[in-house]
């Protein structure tokens, strides 16, 4: 795999790469002093092993090391940038074989929630996709990671805090959960295309047999 002129960034743990211009300043040798780049167009993210590939159609940053995402079929996702990198390309090649390298080179470990949902990372839009005014705090649903699963809950309400990466969920039937930002993934599938809500989580945990779907006080495998 070889990338040209491309910049590496890093927030959290999210990894941006970027084509970019180059100011050349003494003394700095080549760390860009300014930040001009706010297009990410693919969304990378690991856990337990797997890694995913999710394009995306634009991203917002939230307090602490959270960021949110729009997937390109309409799945929005808020996620802790441990788990996540945001990703500028101009080649889907690149990013498959970057995403391979995260899984230690095993193709059965990188899930392609894009060929899933039959979409495509967009590598022809130069415009900002970065949402600055997003006001938008409200999820309908929360994915669940523990021990290579994926637990989908209906949400009622959620609570985040700004001193730590805690986080607290309501399910509709009451159950209170209070755990790590990294153990969860808020989202709201509204307005997403069918079956983009499961495939989603299925990308992180690898297979159906993975996937729980929570109901009341009970658990069960759809």
Known sequence: MKITNLKVTKRGEALALAGTIVVTTTGYGNKQMLDFNKLFNVVVEHNNGYVSIVAISNYSDYTGDQVQFVTADGLKVLTGTDQTQ?????????????ALMLAGNDEDKVID????????????????????????????????????????????????YEEDDKIQLKFKDETCLLTNMENVKLVNDDNAKENSLHNYAISLVGNEENIIYYDNSLSKVR
Do not use: C, P
């Open 113 to 160: 929630y894009n060929a899933m949902q039959d979409i495509s990372i967009d590598v022809s839009s130069n415009s900002w996709n970065k949402d600055i005014l997003d006001l938008n705090y409200t999820y309908n649903k929360a994915i669940i990671l523990s021990d290579g699963t994926a637990t989908i809950v209906e949400l009622n309400t959620w609570k985040d």
């Open 86 to 98: 945001l990703i500028k390309t101009d080649d889907a090649n690149a990013t498959y074989n970057y």
